[in-house]
């Protein structure tokens, strides 16, 4: 792992998904002015609005939307995470999708979110991700010379497992894109974070959603960076724009010889 600055974007995506790219290719830019090396954009960067709608609006992994987010990486020479963005699947169907871009704007990884979000809120509010979205199936890594980066979307947040089975592969830094209900955000989002980081002594980048949305959706934002201690090293304050933390190796060394757990399981 390398020492660099990363940079954790929120949003306020809506229905607009060209005017959505375009808002947030600006603040990858502003990442960048800063000195980041990874930005990460947050769960449906591209677009929330009717179901319809989205999946009128997917793309295969070549599509335009998919290719913005690759030129923008090789123009800045950074690695971009494209939180997710609606990818075609079969049809009526479609993948939420996390593309980590590199340098060179090409796709160094592609993860497709595994646990989907079907909830009935203590507030009424109803969410079936399920009735459009197909799931993938197989954790993913991205071995960057940044450090080895452990690939999640949202809801993925809720499933330890899923996160010590990255860390058992070998990532130092987990990628938490996300679009969190405020429902469940304000008491649930920073302590699930902090978690993660702390039992897999991890870094943790976690972009957000932040805001109302079309359909009476709202998000919680908050958009942060962990480090493997569990402090909050950044985060967002209310509306868009980003947070950017320096991620250091020696910071996770020291962690991992304090705190050894990641040595000490025992199945």
């Known amino acids: 792992m390398e020492r660099f600055l990363a940079a954790a974007v929120q949003l306020n995506t809506k229905d607009d998904r060209e005017a959505n790219v375009r808002e947030a290719l600006a603040w990858v830019d502003a990442a960048c002015a800063r000195g980041a090396r990874l930005v990460a954009l947050p769960e449906n960067t591209d677009f929330i609005g009717a179901e319809a709608d989205k999946i009128a609006g997917a793309e295969d992994l070549d599509g335009p939307t998919f290719r913005a987010f690759g030129d923008k990486a090789r123009a800045r020479g950074i690695w971009l995470l494209a939180g997710s963005l609606a990818e075609r699947a079969r049809p009526g169907r479609i993948h939420n999708t996390s593309v980590l871009f590199d340098p060179e704007g090409s796709p160094a990884a592609v993860y497709r979110k595994i646990h989907l979000f079907d909830v009935d809120l203590p507030d009424g509010v109803r969410y079936r991700e399920s009735s ?12 960057t ?29 987990l ?19 902090r978690a993660r980081a702390i039992e897999n002594t991890a870094w943790v980048v976690a972009p957000a959603q932040g ?10 934002g908050n ?45």
């Open 132 to 143: 459009i979205v197909d799931p993938g199936d197989e954790p993913v890594i991205a071995r």
């Open 223 to 267: 958009a942060m960076i962990v480090d493997p201690w569990g402090t909050v090293v950044a985060r967002c304050s209310d509306g868009p724009g980003i947070c950017v933390a320096e991620l250091s190796p020696d910071v996770l060394a020291r962690v991992r010889a304090e705190i050894p757990s990641l040595a000490h399981r025992r199945l």
């Open 145 to 173: 010379p940044l450090g080895a980066i452990g690939m999640t979307v949202c809801y993925d947040l809720r499933f330890p497992e899923l996160y010590r089975a990255l860390s058992a592969g070998g990532a130092e830094i």
């Open 211 to 220: 805001g109302r949305h079309g359909g009476g959706r709202v998000t919680y």
């Open 175 to 193: 990628a938490v894109p996300s679009a969190f209900t405020l429902q469940t955000g304000k008491d649930h989002w920073e302590v699930l974070l």
